[in-house]
Protein backbone atom coordinates (compact mmCIF):
# COMPACT_ATOMS: atom_id res chain seq x y z
CA UNK A 1 0.00 0.00 0.00
CA UNK A 2 2.98 2.38 0.78
CA UNK A 3 4.70 1.81 -2.28
CA UNK A 4 1.02 2.71 -4.03
CA UNK A 5 1.20 6.33 -2.44
CA UNK A 6 4.08 7.04 -2.85
CA UNK A 7 4.00 6.95 -6.94
CA UNK A 8 1.13 8.93 -6.47
CA UNK A 9 2.88 11.08 -4.33
CA UNK A 10 6.29 11.42 -6.72
CA UNK A 11 3.65 11.86 -9.36
CA UNK A 12 2.71 15.38 -7.62
CA UNK A 13 5.40 16.50 -6.51
CA UNK A 14 7.26 16.40 -10.28
CA UNK A 15 4.26 18.58 -11.70
CA UNK A 16 6.00 21.83 -8.98
CA UNK A 17 10.10 21.54 -9.70
CA UNK A 18 10.30 24.02 -7.42
CA UNK A 19 8.43 22.56 -4.40
CA UNK A 20 9.70 18.82 -5.86
CA UNK A 21 12.07 18.17 -3.25
CA UNK A 22 10.39 19.32 -0.45
CA UNK A 23 7.13 17.79 -1.47
CA UNK A 24 9.00 14.37 -1.88
CA UNK A 25 10.25 14.95 1.77
CA UNK A 26 7.33 15.67 3.41
CA UNK A 27 5.16 13.63 1.92
CA UNK A 28 8.35 10.28 3.27
CA UNK A 29 7.34 11.20 6.16
CA UNK A 30 3.95 11.43 5.72
CA UNK A 31 4.40 7.44 4.66
CA UNK A 32 6.76 6.25 7.15
CA UNK A 33 3.83 8.05 9.98
CA UNK A 34 1.07 6.24 7.97
CA UNK A 35 2.81 3.06 7.77
CA UNK A 36 3.99 3.14 11.80
CA UNK A 37 -0.04 3.78 12.66
CA UNK A 38 -1.24 0.94 10.75
CA UNK A 39 1.51 -1.65 12.73
CA UNK A 40 0.29 0.01 15.47
CA UNK A 41 -3.35 -0.52 14.55
CA UNK A 42 -2.85 -4.02 13.56
CA UNK A 43 -0.93 -5.24 16.66
CA UNK A 44 -3.70 -3.44 19.13
CA UNK A 45 -5.97 -5.40 17.06
CA UNK A 46 -4.17 -8.67 16.99
CA UNK A 47 -3.37 -7.99 21.06
CA UNK A 48 -7.16 -7.92 21.70
CA UNK A 49 -8.30 -10.89 19.41
CA UNK A 50 -5.69 -13.11 21.50
CA UNK A 51 -7.17 -11.46 25.04
CA UNK A 52 -10.60 -11.99 23.92
CA UNK A 53 -9.79 -15.98 23.51
CA UNK A 54 -7.96 -15.98 26.36
CA UNK A 55 -10.72 -14.26 28.68
CA UNK A 56 -13.29 -17.01 26.89
CA UNK A 57 -10.99 -20.12 27.48
CA UNK A 58 -10.88 -18.85 31.35
CA UNK A 59 -14.33 -18.02 31.95
CA UNK A 60 -15.02 -21.14 30.30
CA UNK A 61 -13.03 -22.86 32.62
CA UNK A 62 -14.46 -20.75 35.87
CA UNK A 63 -17.92 -21.61 35.01
CA UNK A 64 -16.96 -25.28 35.12
CA UNK A 65 -15.40 -24.77 38.38
CA UNK A 66 -17.77 -23.11 39.71
CA UNK A 67 -21.13 -25.31 38.21
CA UNK A 68 -19.07 -27.82 40.78
CA UNK A 69 -18.93 -25.49 43.53
CA UNK A 70 -22.82 -25.07 43.27
CA UNK A 71 -23.44 -28.75 43.37
CA UNK A 72 -21.34 -29.41 46.07
CA UNK A 73 -23.05 -25.95 48.16
CA UNK A 74 -25.88 -27.62 47.67
CA UNK A 75 -25.11 -31.06 48.53
CA UNK A 76 -23.89 -29.28 52.05
CA UNK A 77 -27.07 -27.26 52.49
CA UNK A 78 -29.43 -30.44 52.47
CA UNK A 79 -26.92 -32.00 55.08
CA UNK A 80 -26.65 -29.42 56.92
CA UNK A 81 -30.87 -28.75 56.64
CA UNK A 82 -31.39 -32.45 57.91
CA UNK A 83 -28.64 -31.73 60.45
CA UNK A 84 -30.74 -29.07 61.46
CA UNK A 85 -33.56 -30.51 61.58
CA UNK A 86 -32.83 -33.53 63.99
CA UNK A 87 -30.91 -30.85 66.14
CA UNK A 88 -34.61 -28.78 66.96
CA UNK A 89 -36.02 -32.34 67.06
CA UNK A 90 -33.37 -33.33 70.31
CA UNK A 91 -34.41 -29.88 71.61
CA UNK A 92 -37.96 -30.48 71.39
CA UNK A 93 -37.67 -33.96 73.03
CA UNK A 94 -35.37 -32.04 75.85
CA UNK A 95 -37.73 -30.01 76.16
CA UNK A 96 -41.05 -32.71 76.27
CA UNK A 97 -38.99 -35.31 78.05
CA UNK A 98 -41.19 -38.26 76.06
CA UNK A 99 -40.92 -41.40 76.85
CA UNK A 100 -38.00 -43.22 74.87
CA UNK A 101 -38.71 -44.57 71.43
CA UNK A 102 -36.51 -46.27 69.07
CA UNK A 103 -36.99 -43.13 66.00
CA UNK A 104 -35.33 -40.95 68.45
CA UNK A 105 -31.97 -42.42 67.65
CA UNK A 106 -31.70 -41.23 64.35
CA UNK A 107 -31.71 -37.59 65.41
CA UNK A 108 -29.54 -37.76 68.82
CA UNK A 109 -27.31 -39.48 65.97
CA UNK A 110 -27.71 -36.48 63.35
CA UNK A 111 -27.86 -33.79 65.71
CA UNK A 112 -23.77 -34.67 66.18
CA UNK A 113 -22.77 -34.53 62.33
CA UNK A 114 -21.16 -31.77 60.68
CA UNK A 115 -20.30 -30.93 56.81
CA UNK A 116 -17.15 -30.06 55.42
CA UNK A 117 -17.14 -27.25 52.13
CA UNK A 118 -14.04 -27.38 50.06
CA UNK A 119 -14.45 -25.57 47.21
CA UNK A 120 -12.33 -26.28 43.68
CA UNK A 121 -10.50 -22.80 43.46
CA UNK A 122 -7.57 -23.68 41.18
CA UNK A 123 -8.99 -21.77 37.89
CA UNK A 124 -9.78 -18.68 40.31
CA UNK A 125 -6.26 -18.47 41.94
CA UNK A 126 -5.03 -18.70 37.94
CA UNK A 127 -7.24 -16.02 37.32
CA UNK A 128 -6.55 -13.41 40.43
CA UNK A 129 -2.81 -14.24 39.66
CA UNK A 130 -2.12 -11.40 37.26
CA UNK A 131 -5.43 -12.45 34.95
CA UNK A 132 -8.37 -11.02 36.51
CA UNK A 133 -7.60 -7.94 34.33
CA UNK A 134 -8.45 -9.88 30.95
CA UNK A 135 -12.29 -9.84 32.28
CA UNK A 136 -13.08 -6.48 30.73
CA UNK A 137 -16.55 -6.15 32.36
CA UNK A 138 -16.15 -4.49 35.53
CA UNK A 139 -19.39 -5.93 37.27
CA UNK A 140 -18.39 -9.35 36.13
CA UNK A 141 -14.90 -9.58 38.00
CA UNK A 142 -16.53 -7.87 41.57
CA UNK A 143 -19.48 -10.84 41.57
CA UNK A 144 -16.52 -13.48 40.44
CA UNK A 145 -14.65 -11.57 43.58
CA UNK A 146 -17.34 -11.44 45.82
CA UNK A 147 -18.44 -14.92 45.13
CA UNK A 148 -14.76 -16.60 46.21
CA UNK A 149 -13.27 -14.28 48.48
CA UNK A 150 -16.41 -12.89 50.34
CA UNK A 151 -19.05 -16.00 49.83
CA UNK A 152 -16.55 -19.38 49.75
CA UNK A 153 -14.54 -17.82 52.34
CA UNK A 154 -17.42 -17.31 55.13
CA UNK A 155 -18.89 -20.73 55.03
CA UNK A 156 -15.37 -22.04 55.39
CA UNK A 157 -14.93 -19.94 58.52
CA UNK A 158 -17.79 -20.96 59.35
CA UNK A 159 -17.89 -24.51 59.73
CA UNK A 160 -14.21 -24.39 60.98
CA UNK A 161 -15.83 -22.65 63.79
CA UNK A 162 -18.94 -25.44 64.14
CA UNK A 163 -16.00 -28.16 63.61
CA UNK A 164 -14.43 -26.56 66.69
CA UNK A 165 -18.14 -26.58 68.78
CA UNK A 166 -18.25 -30.18 67.49
CA UNK A 167 -14.84 -31.07 69.09
CA UNK A 168 -17.11 -30.17 72.34
CA UNK A 169 -20.19 -31.95 71.37
CA UNK A 170 -18.88 -34.93 70.21
CA UNK A 171 -16.97 -36.30 73.06
CA UNK A 172 -19.69 -35.42 74.97
CA UNK A 173 -22.16 -37.71 72.30
CA UNK A 174 -19.14 -40.88 73.05
CA UNK A 175 -19.59 -40.52 76.39
CA UNK A 176 -23.66 -40.90 76.51
CA UNK A 177 -24.24 -42.46 73.49
CA UNK A 178 -23.88 -46.17 71.94
CA UNK A 179 -23.26 -45.78 67.96
CA UNK A 180 -25.14 -48.79 66.11
CA UNK A 181 -25.80 -49.54 62.23
CA UNK A 182 -29.43 -49.90 61.86
CA UNK A 183 -30.45 -53.47 62.08
CA UNK A 184 -32.10 -54.65 58.46
CA UNK A 185 -30.68 -51.44 56.35
CA UNK A 186 -29.94 -52.60 52.95
CA UNK A 187 -26.07 -51.93 52.76
CA UNK A 188 -24.36 -55.41 53.07
CA UNK A 189 -21.09 -54.21 50.71
CA UNK A 190 -20.93 -50.75 52.19
CA UNK A 191 -20.95 -51.23 56.03
CA UNK A 192 -19.63 -47.48 55.85
CA UNK A 193 -22.75 -46.31 54.41
CA UNK A 194 -25.13 -48.47 56.67
CA UNK A 195 -27.58 -45.98 58.29
CA UNK A 196 -26.64 -45.34 62.00
CA UNK A 197 -28.34 -44.13 65.32
CA UNK A 198 -27.33 -42.78 68.54
CA UNK A 199 -28.66 -45.10 71.26
CA UNK A 200 -28.57 -43.22 74.79
CA UNK A 201 -26.75 -44.83 77.97
CA UNK A 202 -29.19 -43.30 80.15
CA UNK A 203 -32.22 -41.87 78.41
CA UNK A 204 -33.78 -39.92 82.05
CA UNK A 205 -30.25 -38.38 83.11
CA UNK A 206 -29.64 -37.44 79.39
CA UNK A 207 -32.70 -35.40 78.97
CA UNK A 208 -31.68 -33.11 82.34
CA UNK A 209 -28.21 -32.71 81.81
CA UNK A 210 -28.16 -28.97 81.27
CA UNK A 211 -24.72 -29.45 79.45
CA UNK A 212 -26.53 -31.68 76.89
CA UNK A 213 -28.93 -28.76 76.76
CA UNK A 214 -26.30 -26.08 75.98
CA UNK A 215 -24.49 -27.84 73.72
CA UNK A 216 -27.75 -28.60 71.48
CA UNK A 217 -29.00 -24.54 71.99
CA UNK A 218 -25.64 -23.94 70.25
CA UNK A 219 -25.57 -26.38 67.43
CA UNK A 220 -28.94 -24.90 66.39
CA UNK A 221 -27.98 -21.11 66.58
CA UNK A 222 -24.70 -22.08 64.27
CA UNK A 223 -26.11 -24.16 61.99
CA UNK A 224 -29.46 -21.90 61.48
CA UNK A 225 -26.73 -19.36 60.86
CA UNK A 226 -24.77 -21.11 58.22
CA UNK A 227 -27.57 -21.98 56.44
CA UNK A 228 -28.58 -18.36 55.93
CA UNK A 229 -25.27 -18.15 54.40
CA UNK A 230 -25.20 -21.38 52.23
CA UNK A 231 -28.42 -19.99 51.01
CA UNK A 232 -27.23 -16.24 49.97
CA UNK A 233 -23.96 -18.22 48.58
CA UNK A 234 -26.35 -20.48 46.39
CA UNK A 235 -28.00 -17.62 45.24
CA UNK A 236 -24.58 -15.59 44.49
CA UNK A 237 -23.19 -18.47 42.78
CA UNK A 238 -26.35 -19.09 40.76
CA UNK A 239 -26.32 -15.07 39.35
CA UNK A 240 -22.32 -14.99 38.78
CA UNK A 241 -23.18 -18.05 36.50
CA UNK A 242 -26.04 -16.54 34.50
CA UNK A 243 -23.75 -13.37 34.20
CA UNK A 244 -20.91 -15.51 33.01
CA UNK A 245 -23.22 -17.29 30.58
CA UNK A 246 -24.62 -13.72 29.28
CA UNK A 247 -21.17 -12.32 28.56
CA UNK A 248 -19.75 -14.99 26.97
CA UNK A 249 -23.05 -14.86 24.55
CA UNK A 250 -22.63 -11.05 24.19
CA UNK A 251 -18.70 -11.95 23.13
CA UNK A 252 -20.05 -14.44 20.21
CA UNK A 253 -22.14 -11.45 18.80
Known sequence: MIPFFRKIRKKLADNNKPLKYMRYAIGEIVLVVIGILIALQVNNWN??????????????SLK??????LQELKTDFERTYIYHQATLKVYDIIIKQ???????????????QFTYFFPKTSTYETLKSGNLELISSDGLKEIITDVYETGFKRIMNKVDTRRNAGRLLF????????????????HPNNLESKPKVGVPNNYSRLLNDPEFETLVVEAIIGRANILRDYERTI?????CLDKINKYLETEKE
Open 98 to 112: PNEIDSFYKDFFNCV
Open 171 to 186: PYYQRNFKTKFIEGAD
Open 64 to 69: SELVIN
Open 47 to 60: ENRINSQREKVILN
Open 235 to 239: DNVEI
